[in-house]
């Protein structure tokens, strides 16, 4: 497989050691299908204004881009939840609309790379 920037190699090795390739494309696949859900909770707090809401949907966001070791989007993620925390919503929309979103699609891409 290719490897590429978005995806941790070390994590993507182990990955691919421990598990069937089935399994692995399932995961990838269950990634991509709630993507748009995650992203979504992200645009909907900062529309709303609520900062306890963008830190909860961040820290969920967080966690399962660390699970496929998305490195870059984790820690998106953690200025996303510092932002949430703070109140910052008008930071939190530019990192949405400037870094998160371009980095979604570079992820989604990684990730069909990898199915295998």
Request: charged share 20%; with cysteine; glycine share 6%.
């Amino acid at each position: 497989m290719p490897e590429n920037c978005v995806l941790s190699p070390i994590i993507w090795n182990r990955m691919r050691n421990d598990l069937k390739s089935s399994n692995l494309n399932w995961l990838i696949d269950l990634f991509l299908q709630e993507l748009p859900n995650y992203l979504n909770d992200l645009n909907t707090a900062v529309n709303h204004g609520d900062g306890e809401k963008l830190y909860l949907a961040s820290h969920k966001f967080k966690g399962a881009c660390s699970n496929l070791g998305a490195n870059g989007m984790v820690e998106l993620c953690k200025q996303l939840e510092t932002l949430g925390q703070a109140g910052e919503i008008q930071q939190a929309v530019n990192l949405l609309k400037n870094d998160v979103e371009s980095e979604s699609k570079l992820l989604r891409e990684a990730l069909i790379q990898e199915k295998q």
